[in-house]
């Protein structure tokens, strides 16, 4: 019996399949044809995640926008928030920084002192083989007591160093004993801290010898040396006038000097220097450029990305198409919301008399010199006028952005859950038209095999049978 030979592959389930040798038709075409018909919804659900996605990144991103402007105009409602103050000095020597607690304002001052760290020398010793003890008596009378581990002048310069008393030492080498020939060394003795309250003395014995008057003062000893003496800063207002008022400061930094105000001084100015404190207009115009180009910035972003586009091939085929934003009315309410936080008058006072101007196109641009001129002639109303606007934008911009309650926040998330849903159902009907597949190419592989029995059959049959027979019956 002869047979017909069948070519067979195998499909995704691993099922042999024929090729439609025997039938004669492209099955695979057919399968695929099929499975490209019942793949509608799956493709419809793709297409929706695309365009989800596409929103979703548009919304982070506008999200981000607003939460940066909501900070931003926070900060710049906050009280006193525009009150930026610089401060010159007629000497370099004297310096000052400021606070939004400061006023504009000058005055005049003598540096009469600058503020100095105690440092004392003792006279030359040497290491002993006895341990000494020793007192340090700082400003508030408290004596501290130095227990050294032993007699080595290193040994003491730790012990003095580790205490409390607010002192440091360092050992400086002073030649030798010239009988003993052993090595001598010097204490010298710092304050940790300038002014009259970082004074010290230093006493051999205890603090009960101290308080009994009998231990040794090593200050006094002959070969030691006061180097430095403690003392404060100080200044004099208004000298050689009645009104003449001296301030002092432990350190070369007075903060009661003025109000809002830290003045430094670096050395003795006889001279009277002049300190001003001024408005700091250019700090003040940059932050309000800075809040109107940013509240601009967000609304020209929606603009755009609402915007509906035409754009046409090479065959003049003309294609339209809007963004992620068009025809979504709450991102349209939002931002016509946030307009107007910068455009409608406050307190009767229109933003155009402090140089925020809004154009014919929609968008919103700083005037810097109407600004500072508004800002000289009415510093008061200026800032007033700032601080409303600000807190107006900073509300409708954490509206949309709040980390918890936020319009945008909360969209986002929705979107989100939404995608990972569509996400869920493409991934349902992949695998049931892979099903679907399988079985279709099951099915034509069993019709392939059964059409290939009776064939075949056939030709079984005519092997048998080869020799026709005539009308009359008689063979041929």
Do not use: C
């Not at 809007?322 to 107007?340: E, H, K, M, Q, V």
């Amino acid at each position: 019996m002869t047979t017909t030979s069948v070519t067979t592959s195998t499909n995704s389930a691993g099922a042999s399949v024929l090729a439609g040798v025997v039938s004669g038709l492209n099955t695979s075409a057919l399968v695929a044809a099929e499975i490209a018909a019942e793949s509608g919804p799956r493709d419809a659900l793709q297409t929706q995640i695309g365009t989800d996605n596409t929103l979703l990144t548009a919304l982070r991103s506008l999200n981000t926008s607003y939460a940066t402007l909501a900070t931003q105009a926070a900060a710049d409602a906050a009280s006193n928030a525009w009150n930026v103050f610089t401060a010159s000095s007629s000497d370099p020597s004297v310096t000052a920084s400021t606070t939004t607690a400061a006023s504009a304002g000058s005055v005049s001052f003598s540096v009469n002192a600058v503020a100095a760290a105690q440092v004392e020398v003792t006279a030359p010793m040497e290491d002993s083989s006895t341990t000494p003890s020793y007192t340090i008596v700082g400003s508030t009378g408290t004596p501290v007591a130095i227990t050294p581990a032993s007699g080595s002048v290193a040994d003491i310069v730790a012990a003095i160093n580790s205490s409390s008393a607010g002192v440091s030492a360092i050992a400086i080498a002073s030649g030798k004993d010239a009988t003993t020939g052993a090595a001598l060394y010097r204490l010298q003795l710092t304050s940790s801290h300038t002014g009259a309250s970082g004074a010290f003395g230093i006493y051999q014995g205890s603090p009960s010898d101290v308080s009994a008057g009998t231990a040794p003062n090593l200050l006094s000893q002959p070969g030691a040396a006061s180097i430095q003496s403690a003392s404060d800063a100080s200044v004099t207002l208004w000298a050689g006038t009645a009104a003449a008022q001296t301030v002092t400061s432990s350190s070369n930094s007075f903060s009661d000097l003025l109000p809002g105000v830290t003045v430094s001084v670096s050395k003795v100015v006889s001279t009277p220097v002049t300190l001003t404190i001024a408005q700091d207009t250019a700090t003040i115009t940059n932050a309000a450029s800075t809040l109107v180009s940013g509240v601009d910035a967000l609304l020209q972003s929606i603009a755009s990305s609402s915007a509906i586009t035409s754009s046409s091939d090479s065959s003049g085929t003309t294609t339209t198409k809007g963004g992620p934003f068009t025809g979504d009315s709450l991102i349209r309410d939002a931002a016509y919301s946030l307009f107007n936080a910068v455009a409608q008058p406050a307190n009767g006072t229109s933003p155009a008399r402090i140089g925020i101007n809004i154009n014919q196109d929609g968008s919103i641009t700083f005037d810097a010199t109407a600004f500072q001129a508004a800002l000289s002639s009415d510093p008061a109303g200026t800032h007033a006028l700032l601080q409303s606007i600000s807190s107006a934008v900073a509300a409708q911009a954490r509206t949309q952005s709040d980390a918890v309650t936020g319009a945008l926040t909360t969209r986002i998330s929705s979107l989100t859950g939404d995608i990972s849903g569509l996400n869920a159902q493409v991934a349902a009907w992949t695998t049931e038209l892979a099903a679907r597949q399988t079985a279709l190419e099951t099915a034509y592989a069993a019709m392939e095999t059964q059409l290939s029995s009776l064939k075949t059959q056939s030709n079984w049959l005519s092997q048998q049978f080869p020799t026709s027979v005539n009308s009359n019956g008689s063979r041929g």
